[in-house]
């Protein structure tokens, strides 16, 4: 499955590349050469493009830390869905002023500052505790090179952009098979980095309590052992019908132990497939004009209810 990747890739530069500088550079018409539709795109045949997907989605299951592959292979099978998702963006009137704005996310474009004076509780404060906490920075995420046309990569850009804060709205944390990694400050403006999480080949019941409750506005912080990944990708996979969303939600849980298993399949992928539904189009919300809207509120006006688990570890405030 490598090599046949590898041949795919021959003709194109590198996937992988400081993905930073291009958050500054909004996904619109570009003139770096001929046939290229907004900066980084790589014009492909649909026979490329199997290829691609083909190799992708093989090395994204063997390693789902491979954010590269993953995001190779939403780009390369998404373009349907990614058709449904703008068109809903175009309907509303928020999710239409972001197409036009087209704003990004990244250490750029982000005031940390601003971030961490926000009242606890707040959309912006969980934010940064998110990023902080599971030691990820929004300028992890690759750009878009494979999809052909120019409104439709921004649609894809911005899911991966938004992918975080899905997180903080869901109070998952991003592990997948192992222990979330332990907080470390960031202070005002000081980097974030992303640190690949521990595997181990199984977890206990994720449903035990943290040794202290959280603030009286903030949202409670999942248990270390809980397949927060895996979550999120459900709710994803019903928001976006992205194939690569529907890959990652049902190949992610093949390598959990049978007693987390059972809670997944039990009580956290129901709540996370009823919750995707009930919600509207995530996508379609301004998060950067919400920074100070409190969390709570936010998870209320989108219908968003506390994961099961968590119910039963912390009671609602």
Known sequence: MATLLRRALRPFPPLQGPPGPAADVPLRTASRGAGLLYPEHIPTSPLQKALLAA?????????????????????????????????????????????????RISLSTLDLGKLQSLPEGSLGREYL???????????????????????????????????????????????????????????HGRALVEVREEQTPSCALPCTPLASPPGPCSLPTPPPCLPGEIVVKWFEAVQTGLPMCILGALFGPIRLSAKSLQVLVSE??????????????????????????????????????DPPCMSRAWPRP
């Open 129 to 187: 505790r998110f990023l902080d906490v599971n030691r990820v920075s929004p300028d992890t995420r690759a750009p878009t090179r494979f999809v052909d046309d120019e409104e439709l990569a921004y649609v894809i850009q911005r899911y991966r952009e938004v992918h975080d804060m899905l997180h903080t709205l869901l109070g998952m944390p991003t592990n997948i098979l192992g222990r979330s990694p332990a907080r470390v400050g960031t202070g």
């Open 55 to 103: 190799g992708s989605a093989g090395m994204a299951l063997y390693n789902p830390y491979r954010h590269d592959m993953v995001a190779v292979l939403g780009e390369t099978t998404g373009r349907r869905a990614l058709k449904v998702l703008r068109d809903q963006m175009r309907r509303d009137p928020e999710g239409s002023q972001i197409l036009q704005e087209r704003p």
């Open 268 to 305: 956290l992928i129901p709540w996370a497939v009823q919750n995707g539904r009930r919600a509207p189009c995530v996508l379609n919300l301004y998060y950067e004009r919400r920074w100070e809207q409190p969390l709570r509120a936010l998870r209320e006006e989108l219908g968003i209810t």
